[in-house]
């Protein structure tokens, strides 16, 4: 429809080979894009109503509004209607009351701006309900971190103490020292995330609960270990997911009963967030059972407590590799509903740049001798990609490091040779750094690229930790930008609770830094380069809706608004097509809707 518009102009944007929406720097003008995407609409309003509507009684009318639909034949409209799970009818007021019955519910709203609900495409639901409970050390300094300590202590006399949120800048490279928190807790076990999730400070009481000594082996050395000192004895700084579950579950064991009370206190903030599709990108195990976490999303969805669909995936973090097939398998087997499913294994590729455990093509520059590591060897990973490939299952990878996303390609394109062809939606996520020569291999071998855009600020973990550990490469860090420009294809998730600096299961968070590149707060926040990585908001909304819902193969079902998908959708109050961007994150959602039904808001 409205082939007479010219779209480009109007939405500052085109689209490369993926469909995926391209456009010019930051400061496109607002106005004109709104201007020019509601003339669209209005020459849609000649098409013949019959060809977008269904008859009959809506059940709900949402009229009166912007209603930014994601479909590039009708990219803007001024009313929608649901009947049942899906959308009926989207066009102009005039045409969707006369879908108005006596029982029909109809929402006025008066300007404000209807969009696709949004698609998260990498986050830990259960951890991060756990990890946001306890001490929040979100703050500036070591200093600060202690004293936050020091007062939950004091406030909470009895039982372990457990928090989230310290980030590396606080400490010298060799990490924080168990020493800090005995002078504050000498008698009872206390460990704390840092807010990248992966890594633990500790104090010597949940060493030794935990059995830690300088004879305990490391369970993936150089991987996942236990940072020593001269003499061998533990520092209480802990990496990577295999040391840091069995230190916590020997101090604090992790039932799933404990795992889904949490959770399911979490689930309204989600709804609230405009949040109806995830992509659980690994639990944390109970025990070797999986499922036995994922399945509470099941039990949710029987009480009608679930808010958002879920897509989940079986985590592999270390070898052995021979079973995960099978596993995977039974797993999805035994978690299956309408709006649960198991499609993905994710592979934890590496680690993270901070704690040294992401894997580098070149070595660190302030370890010059070191470039990090997987847990897996290269063998190892070209035998499970290609396995878990041929059994037609997609894989979902854990990356930071440019070395890994290197072998996570090489592993794919290798399957892709190798195997039967098929629709594949393989996926490397965070790409804090991918060299020039591998961006363009993910369009090639229609690998998605998924980032978490809330970490794309200047803050002073990236500006100065990661520039330590990259010097000049720190210049050329997420670059989502290059990935489309390239023929790739990106999506969002905030990886929630793991975060480079702050911490947010919010995509209008992500979503406005990936347009500035800057800390939410301050307009005149310093922006983090490479400038020309900014994109528009019409991509960034792409990313976190139809990109992450493409990485899902769910794009036939949600996404967009159009007639016979899913009525999965938000109402903000206000346009934020037509706003200053730094108000993106700080805009109210009034109402979401997941197939067909209000799970924040009232209709």
């Not at 060799?174 to 704390?192: C, N, Q, T, V, Y």
Request: aromatic share 8%; proline share 6%; hydrophobic share 40%.
């Amino acid at each position: 429809m409205c082939i007479n518009c010219n779209l480009s102009e109007a939405l500052g944007a085109f689209s490369n080979a993926a469909g995926t929406p391209l456009a010019p720097p930051l400061r496109l003008s607002r106005r004109g894009f709104v201007g020019g995407t509601l003339a669209c609409t209005a020459a849609a309003s000649s098409v013949p109503f019959s060809a977008f509507a269904a008859t009959g009684d809506a059940d709900i009318i949402l009229r009166g509004g912007k209603i930014y639909t994601q479909n590039p034949a009708l990219p803007w409209a001024e009313a929608l209607a649901v009947r049942g799970k899906t959308i009926a009818a989207v066009g102009t007021n005039a045409e969707i009351d006369k879908l108005k019955g006596g029982d029909t519910k109809v929402v006025e709203l008066n300007g404000r701006l209807v969009m696709p609900g949004f698609v998260e495409g990498h986050i830990h639901p259960f951890l991060g309900a756990f990890l946001s409970t306890g001490v929040d050390l979100q703050v500036s300094t070591r200093e600060e971190a202690l004293a936050v300590i020091a007062r939950y202590a004091k406030d909470n006399p009895t039982g372990n103490i457990r928090g989230f949120g310290w980030r590396v800048d606080m400490f010298p490279p060799e990490g924080p020292s168990r020493h800090d928190l005995d002078k504050i807790i000498p008698d009872r076990p206390a460990f704390f995330f840092a807010i990248d999730g992966h890594s633990l400070w500790v104090n010597s009481k949940a060493l030794e609960v935990a059995k830690i000594t300088k004879d305990t082996p490391d369970p993936i050395p150089h991987f996942s270990y236990y940072v020593r000192d001269a003499q061998g004895e533990p520092t209480g700084y802990v990496l990577e997911v295999n040391a840091l579950l069995a230190l916590v579950n020997e101090v604090e064991p992790i039932s799933a009963a404990a795992m889904g009370k949490l959770l399911e206190g979490w689930l309204p903030k989600a709804a609230a967030a405009g949040i109806t599709s995830i992509f659980d990108a690994g639990v944390p195990p109970v025990g070797d059972d999986q499922g036995a976490v994922l399945s509470f999303y099941t039990d949710l969805e029987a009480r009608g407590r679930l808010p958002f669909r879920v897509v989940g995936s079986y985590m592999v973090k270390s070898p052995p590799i021979e079973e995960v097939v099978a596993r995977f398998q039974d797993v999805r087997k035994r978690v299956s509903s309408d709006l649960v499913q198991v499609a993905f294994v994710k592979i934890i590729g590496d680690g993270t740049q901070e704690g040294y455990t992401a894997w580098l093509v070149e070595p660190y520059s302030d370890k010059p001798d070191f470039r990090g590591a997987s847990p897996f060897s290269e063998e190892q990973w070209t035998k499970l990609v290609g396995t878990v490939d041929a059994a037609g299952i997609d894989v979902h990878v854990h990356a930071c490091g440019d070395a890994t996303a290197r072998t996570a390609l090489d592993a794919f394109e290798k399957a892709i040779a190798t195997n039967p062809p098929r629709d594949r939606r393989h996926t490397i996520a965070h790409l804090v750094y991918v060299t020039d020569a591998d961006i363009p291999r993910f369009g090639k071998l229609g690998v998605n690229s998924q980032f978490s855009a809330n970490w794309f600020t200047a803050d002073p973990s990236t500006l100065e930790s990661l520039k330590d550990r990259y010097g000049a490469r720190q210049k050329d860090i997420y670059r989502p930008r290059s990935t489309l420009e390239s023929g790739g294809r990106i999506s969002f998730g905030t990886d929630w609770p793991a975060a480079a600096y702050f911490s947010t299961y919010k995509p209008l968070d992500a979503i406005q830094i990936a347009v500035t590149r800057q800390l939410i707060g301050k307009a005149n926040n310093p922006v983090l380069g490479p400038v020309d990585q900014r994109l528009t908001l019409a991509q960034a909304v792409h990313a976190n809706t139809l990109g992450s819902a493409h990485q899902l193969r769910m794009e036939d079902k949600i996404g967009s608004l159009e007639v016979g998908k899913m009525a999965d959708l938000v109402v903000l109050e206000k346009n934020i097509f037509d706003g200053d961007v730094h108000d993106i994150a700080h805009t109210r959602i009034d109402l979401t809707l997941m197939n067909g039904k209000p799970t924040h808001g009232q209709v």
